[in-house]
């Protein structure tokens, strides 16, 4: 089974911009993997943000963004604010049907 | 509004069968796939397998084939997860969601909490 790969974990600055990718273990991401993007908090469930690589679901601030960049999916949080201390996950869609979730990516805002 | 509420904590013993449940409100049943996602303590989300309610077609992670059932009961708007024999290595949160499109997942299940030890 493909694995799929996020950062570990990174840091940004309140106000500053990251970007959080999501990649593939062997070979490129596409938009017909459909990445989704979720954040999770302590104790709470998932909550979705992206969709179908760029769609923001609903409510979800405009400082969060999804795209392709090079051969993996990104999420680009603009502006960070201390809420957005979170970890965020990816999902690929890998065929038949079956989605793989990243590893997850610790985001902290000092 | 869409809705998924999921059945309470369980405490097990390794070798017991479990079946757990997710309840659907608020859309038709029938017409979206529900995927389980597994969380063990400390860990990141694994996407375990998925059902169609409208046919009880399923696909399942590979790495989850053969260890779990999941199946899906239209007539009461509900999704389950079961386990024939549990084991220690089963420990974990584990969340239900329905899937709107292609590949995201959308609501989640407030999630059951599964703990398994002798």
């Known amino acids: 089974q493909a694995v799929v790969t996020q950062e570990p974990s990174f840091s940004v600055s309140p106000g500053g911009t990251v970007t959080i990718t999501c990649g593939l273990s062997?070979?490129?991401?596409?938009?017909?993997?459909?990445p989704s993007w979720y954040q999770q908090t302590p104790g709470q469930a998932p909550r979705t943000l992206i969709d179908?690589?760029?769609t923001r679901s609903s409510g979800v601030p405009d400082r969060f963004s999804g795209s392709i960049l090079g051969n993996k999916a990104a999420l680009t949080i603009t502006g960070a604010q201390a809420d957005d201390e979170s970890d965020y996950y990816c999902v690929l869609h890998m065929g038949s049907g079956i989605s793989v979730f990243g590893g997850g990516t610790k985001l902290t805002v000092l | 509004e869409v809705q998924l509420v999921q059945s309470g904590a369980e405490v097990k013993k390794p070798g017991d069968s479990l079946k757990i449940s997710c309840k659907a409100s608020g859309y038709f049943f029938t017409s979206y796939w529900i995927a389980w996602v597994r969380q063990m303590p400390g860990k990141g989300l694994e996407w375990m397998g998925i059902?169609?309610?409208?046919?009880?077609?399923?696909r399942y992670s590979p790495a989850f084939q053969g260890q779990v059932t999941i199946s899906a009961d239209k007539s009461i708007s509900t999704a389950y997860l079961q386990w024939s024999s549990l084991k220690a290595s089963d420990t974990a949160m584990y969340y239900c969601?329905?899937?709107?499109?292609?590949?995201?997942?959308?609501?989640w299940g407030q999630g059951t909490l599964v703990t398994v030890s002798s």
């Open positions: 062997s070979g490129s991401v596409s938009t017909n993997n459909y």
């Open positions: 969601a329905r899937r709107p499109g292609n590949n995201w997942f959308d609501p």
């Open positions: 059902v169609y309610p409208g046919d009880s077609d399923t």
């Open positions: 179908s690589t760029n």
